[in-house]
Each structure stands twice: as structure tokens, then as C-alpha cells.
């Protein structure tokens, strides 16, 4: 059975900075793509991000392009999302997820970036 348990988020100011794990289990990890989603509320989910096994590719929509890093661990099955120069727009449950449509996901965690 696949689980995806998120966590590392809370409350950061603008411009600031949070890092985000998601520990996996119950399939091979380092053979699947990973993937980052976000949800606002009120709004539908988004996709953040995506890994390549071994690392070797990555993507990030445009609007968190050159703030968001993906990476993983491939040792520790855990895959994260270091989240920088934080605006208040950036505030959603955030999720991981094997699939391109982000189900199934984990329980997520929650970012709020206000002062």
C-alpha cells in the first residue's frame, strides 16, 4: 500500500524560507517520478513540482520557478520541497504524490506565509 506522509510546514513571514519532507513507503521510491501539489483555498489543486528517478531532471511551474527546490533521498525514501522567498500567494496544503494527477496524495501540510 502506498503511503506519502508530508510535514515541515507552518506560519513563515514574506520572504521566508521552510522545508518540506514526504516520507514514503510501500512501493519501490527511487524508481517513480515524485511530484509536488499545492491547494489554496478555495481553489483547485495545483502541481508544484517533479523529480526524475536519480534526480537527473526537474520541473517547477512557472510561478515558483527559481524560489522552490525539489530534491530527494533515495536512501531514506523521502522526497522534500525547500520553499524560499515566500509570498503570501504561496499559502495552500501542500501535497506529494506519485501521480502526474496528484492522486492518491498524502494528508499534506499546511503553509501560511503572512505577517
Known amino acids: 500500500e502506498v503511503q506519502l506522509v508530508e510535514s515541515g510546514g507552518g506560519l513563515v513571514q514574506p520572504g521566508g524560507s521552510v522545508r518540506l519532507s514526504c516520507a514514503a513507503s510501500?512501493?519501490?521510491?527511487?524508481?517513480?517520478?515524485m511530484r509536488w501539489f499545492r491547494q489554496a483555498p478555495g481553489k483547485d489543486l495545483e502541481w508544484v513540482s517533479n523529480?526524475?528517478?536519480?534526480?537527473?531532471?526537474?520541473r517547477y511551474a512557472d510561478s515558483v520557478k527559481g524560489r522552490f527546490t525539489i530534491s530527494r533521498d533515495d536512501a531514506k525514501n523521502t522526497l522534500y520541497l525547500e520553499l524560499n522567498s515566500l509570498k503570501t500567494e504561496d499559502t495552500a496544503m501542500y501535497y506529494c504524490s506519485t501521480m502526474p494527477s496528484g492522486s492518491p496524495r498524502g494528508q499534506g501540510t499546511q503553509v501560511t506565509v503572512s505577517s
Open positions: 510501500g512501493f519501490p521510491f527511487s524508481t517513480y517520478v
Open positions: 523529480i526524475s528517478p536519480n534526480s537527473k531532471t526537474t
